[in-house]
């Protein structure tokens, strides 16, 4: 099934005000949205249209275009949505927390962007925890990669998981590895009983952490990551799906 969405990249037309753009439809196979920032986190979203819910797809027919700016700031939360058509043909639009065009002769209006947002539960890097009892709870599957800093001697993160509504084989891998050894260790809810684990040492982009381990729905699993820069810092994706 296709989803309805707005063209992300053609005239912005102003509205009676001059501000404010409308978006022409165009019917989307996948959506992306990627968030960059240090400060609030970088994760990656990725959802076929079939898959998107009812809330994403109203979410995603709020979306607005104002016209840029020249307004350049630091430090600032930017994203960028991408929605590939039925024929291949790709579409980005970008905007930031503050609007601040840069430069761009169009941008999203980050308030309209704000409804897609709270749909998801990606986590960006730096939010996940030393302290399991401080970790954030990640739901398998929904298309989030979510994102690990990776330093020399950045120290494990933990995140709590939430299985799929149906029990069966779950997979957790790692993207993007290429200069990082990275670890993965799958434990029961209290942290005190490991299941799993898998480790590599980047020696390729491909050269990830990856496991498989059967899930029961509805109990929670707590996922210890490791990800330590070794010849490329930056950071590392994590996916959660059920198979």
């Given at each position: 099934?296709?989803?309805?969405?707005?063209?992300?990249?053609?005239?912005?037309?102003?509205?009676?005000?001059?501000?404010?753009?409308?978006?022409?439809?165009?019917?989307?196979?996948?959506?992306?949205?990627?968030?960059?920032?240090?400060?609030?986190?970088?994760?990656?979203?990725?959802?076929?249209?079939?898959?998107?819910?009812?809330?994403?797809?109203?979410?995603?027919?709020?979306?607005?275009?104002?016209?840029?700016?020249?307004?350049?700031?630091?430090?600032?939360?930017?994203?960028?949505?991408?929605?590939?058509?039925?024929?291949?043909?790709?579409?980005?639009?970008?905007?930031?927390?503050?609007?601040?065009?840069?430069?761009?002769?169009?941008?999203?209006?980050?308030?309209?962007?704000?409804p897609l947002l709270a749909t998801l539960?990606?986590?960006?890097?730096?939010?996940?925890?030393?302290?399991?009892?401080?970790?954030?709870?990640?739901?398998?599957?929904?298309?989030?990669?979510?994102?690990?800093?990776?330093?020399?001697?950045?120290?494990?993160?933990?995140?709590?998981?939430?299985?799929?509504?149906?029990?069966?084989?779950?997979?957790?891998?790692?993207?993007?590895?290429?200069?990082?050894?990275t670890g993965l260790e799958l434990f029961?809810?209290?942290?005190?009983?490991?299941?799993?684990?898998?480790?590599?040492?980047?020696?390729?982009?491909?050269?990830?952490?990856?496991?498989?381990?059967?899930?029961?729905?509805?109990?929670?699993?707590?996922?210890?990551?490791?990800?330590?820069?070794?010849?490329?810092?930056?950071?590392?994706?994590?996916?959660?799906?059920?198979?």
């Amino acid at each position: 099934m296709a989803v309805v969405l707005g063209s992300l990249v053609g005239a912005c037309s102003t509205g009676a005000d001059g501000t404010r753009g409308t978006l022409s439809n165009l019917s989307s196979q996948q959506v992306t949205l990627q968030s960059f920032g240090f400060w609030g986190g970088s994760f990656t979203w990725v959802s076929p249209g079939a898959a998107l819910t009812d809330e994403q797809v109203d979410a995603l027919d709020g979306l607005k275009l104002i016209p840029g700016n020249t307004d350049c700031l630091e430090d600032i939360q930017e994203y960028a949505l991408v929605t590939v058509d039925a024929a291949g043909q790709e579409q980005r639009v970008v905007t930031n927390d503050q609007n601040a065009g840069c430069g761009e002769q169009v941008l999203l209006d980050y308030e309209t962007l704000k409804p897609l947002l709270a749909t998801l539960q990606c986590v960006g890097t730096g939010q996940a925890s030393e302290q399991l009892s401080a970790a954030p709870t990640v739901q398998a599957g929904g298309g989030c990669q979510h994102g690990f800093f990776s330093y020399q001697g950045e120290p494990p993160r933990w995140v709590k998981v939430a299985p799929a509504s149906v029990s069966g084989p779950h997979t957790f891998e790692l993207l993007y590895c290429e200069g990082k050894t990275t670890g993965l260790e799958l434990f029961d809810e209290a942290g005190a009983v490991l299941l799993a684990q898998a480790q590599a040492d980047g020696s390729s982009a491909s050269a990830c952490a990856k496991l498989t381990h059967p899930l029961v729905a509805g109990q929670r699993y707590a996922l210890r990551v490791t990800s330590q820069a070794v010849s490329m810092g930056g950071h590392v994706s994590l996916v959660i799906r059920p198979d």
